[in-house]
């Protein structure tokens, strides 16, 4: 006879453990549970208790973890042992990039353009890059007015950096 093994809240992390999973995930960030607990907005006590499965977490939570670590929910959670009712319930996708993400995307894109799409049309015009590059400026100074997390603070100064380098200054 096999031997009854529990599967509620509260069991040990193993193989197929949500919170291991999310536990990894914060890890490769180099994120503390503190870090992680900003950015859903509940305490670092109640991160702990979903990495070491104490608690279940809501589809609420699952969806901004899934943005957060740059997945889709239902990838989040196949292979372990979060509820069928719950993960029914998932949206199948969500936004995985904050708007400093998406300026710097679309800087390093216009960067491109500028210098000639890797050579496939000829660099624009020194004027039209100062331009670009000016309107970057702005853009760049409201962003870095108004970020506070570590890792997008450090990307936009580096950005504004750059832009300051190419226009000389």
């Given amino acids: ?24 995930l914060r890890a490769e960030r180099s994120w503390t549970q ?8 509940i305490s670092r006590v109640a991160v702990s ?21 740059g997945m889709e ?13 719950k993960s029914d319930r998932l949206p199948v996708v969500v936004t995985r990039w904050t708007e400093v993400e998406h300026q710097l995307a679309l800087f ?3 960067l491109w353009w500028l210098d000639g799409a890797n050579g496939s049309v000829p660099a624009a015009p ?6 670009v590059l000016g309107e970057w400026s702005v853009v760049l100074a409201k962003l870095a007015d108004s970020v506070r997390e570590p ?19």
Avoid at 50 to 69: H, Q
Avoid at 73 to 85: M, R
Avoid at 126 to 131: G, N, Q
């Fill in 49 to 69: 208790h979903l990495e070491t499965d104490l608690n279940t977490p809501s589809e609420r939570t699952v969806t901004i973890l899934a943005g957060l670590f």
């Fill in 73 to 85: 929910p239902h990838d989040l959670v196949a292979g372990v042992s979060y509820p069928v009712a």
């Fill in 126 to 131: 020194v004027s039209l890059v100062d331009d």
């Fill in 1 to 24: 006879m096999d031997t009854w093994e529990p599967t509620w809240p509260g069991r040990p992390p193993g193989p197929g453990s949500l919170g291991q999973r999310i536990s990894v």
């Fill in 108 to 110: 390093e894109r216009d």
């Fill in 34 to 41: 503190q870090q992680l607990a900003d950015r859903l907005g």
């Fill in 151 to 169: 890792t997008e603070v450090r990307a936009v100064a580096a950005a504004r950096e750059v832009v300051s380098h190419r226009l000389g200054g």
